[in-house]
């Protein structure tokens, strides 16, 4: 029986990873973490029957409390629930489902309660990976990636030298706007953003998919799961979604992971690794299989991914103000006060005039996702 606890489970990842669940008689859940989502969490928690669940507001854990009363619970809230339900000692692996950089601190205690993390949270990486890395291989824990590139890359990567690997190829479905140009995005909505061409994802990655920024920061997390400097990482543009990353080793071959984009499998690769499960669902019909096409990715107009490997390039707390920027002004975004193009402004501003912390601590980071806030805040 593997024991895990999920933190974010009534998001996109989290509600993936029940399914896995509910597939998979020898996984059991211990505990649940939600933001607000109550009504989705109480659902999951009479269902799942996890020992514990954390939310982010003390009102809402009242009424979650009193909403489950008839049920054997324990019902906590705010940081430190979250922390609760991270290290709690009947579960053996983390699912950091939760989006945003509150998920930087549960995951670090996690880690040092000798948690195995299956990650889903970008911002644990791309603004701490160089506490987080570390800190895992103090612990003795395993980072296991749980987006379907890193996942993919994971898997190529199972059983070979990492000396013998020349470059990370991450692909990229090139997101709605795929072929449009700079002016043809200035009055694009919120809805046209949101219909991805091939996956079913949370509001923000879908947004950062169409942005490229979600590239960026996974070219950001590549760089530090599996410590590859940036000259050799590339993305390529492969529209189908059929391939979901590769490996060049030195001798020239490349190693691909194919699959349907399905999120479940990376989710249950995490789970059981070495392992791999029966998984219901889709396969690939090479048959049925026309091409397979690839393109570069238009980085004079979706500045995402130029500005995600700037901020990488300059490193410190620079990855910190560039993911806090995109957070706030997706969400801006999605709230209709900012048009399209001005997540790449609020971006490139934020950058521009931050002066570099060159080896951040955990409060330093967090300090600096709050000023980049503030400094949004007072101009948009």
Known sequence: MRNIAI?????????QTLDVVRANKDLKVTGLGAGRNIVKLEEQIREFHP???????EEDARELRVRVQDLDVKVVSGMEGLIELAVMRESDILVTAIVGMIGIRPTME????GKDIALANKETLVTAGHLIMPLAEKHGVRILPVDSEHSAIFQALHGEKKEQVHKLLITASGGPFRGKKREDLAHVTVED????????????ITVDSATLVNKGLEVMEARWLFDMDLEHIQVVVQPQSIIHSMVEFEDGAVMAQLGTPDMRLPIQYALYYPERRYLKGDRLDFTALRQITFEEPDMETFQGLPMAIQASQTGGSMPTVFNAANELAVRKFLQKKIGFLDIYDIIGQSMSRHKVIADPGLDQILETEKETYQWIESRW
């Open 51 to 57: 020992m514990l669940a954390a939310v982010w507001k």
């Open 110 to 113: 996690g880690i040092m309660a």
């Open 7 to 15: 933190l974010g489970s009534t998001g996109s990842i989290g509600t």
């Open 193 to 204: 953003t949101l219909k991805h061409p091939n996956w079913v994802m949370g509001q923000k």
